[in-house]
């Protein structure tokens, strides 16, 4: 699974799924902290829609870790008050590269009821649209 889309479903996911995942990779593995959790600030960078410009919004706190499974390297680093997460999120990540993560299935059903949030989301968002006519430009005189 492609690193951005592993990510964007962790960070997306609760912290207790994150770690039941963790904790079942520390079972079976042997599992050393590199860099404990810890805060920092992140660049917040978007693209502007009318001339496709980048700009940056601000900075935002995040939380980032290290550890290494097995001798294999992972990092996290998440948005939110949870510092325990990036570490999970670390752990799966080491256990990805090297190979011995075995739950894409429980990812990609965690994937599609997000996706299926996120749509729900939506119509209740949809719900409240307001549309806007524009005003004919011959006006009378």
Request: net charge negative.
């Amino acid at each position: 699974m492609e690193k951005k889309r592993l990510f964007r479903i962790l960070a997306r996911a609760d912290a207790a799924t994150v770690a039941a995942m963790a904790e079942r990779l520390q079972a079976g593995h042997s599992v050393t902290v590199v860099r404990e959790p810890s805060k920092t600030l992140a660049m917040v960078k978007l693209r502007e829609t009318a001339e496709s410009s980048l700009f940056y919004l601000g900075e935002v706190i995040v939380w980032e870790a290290s550890v290494t499974l097995d001798g294999e390297r992972g990092m996290a680093v998440t948005m939110g008050n949870i510092a325990e997460k990036a570490l999970h999120m670390a752990i799966i990540d080491a256990a990805v590269n090297s190979g011995v993560f075995e739950e894409d299935d429980a990812l990609l059903a965690l994937e599609a009821e997000q996706g299926q949030q996120l749509m729900r989301e939506n119509a209740l968002h949809r719900q409240t649209l307001v549309s806007f006519t524009s005003i004919d430009t011959e006006m009378p005189t």
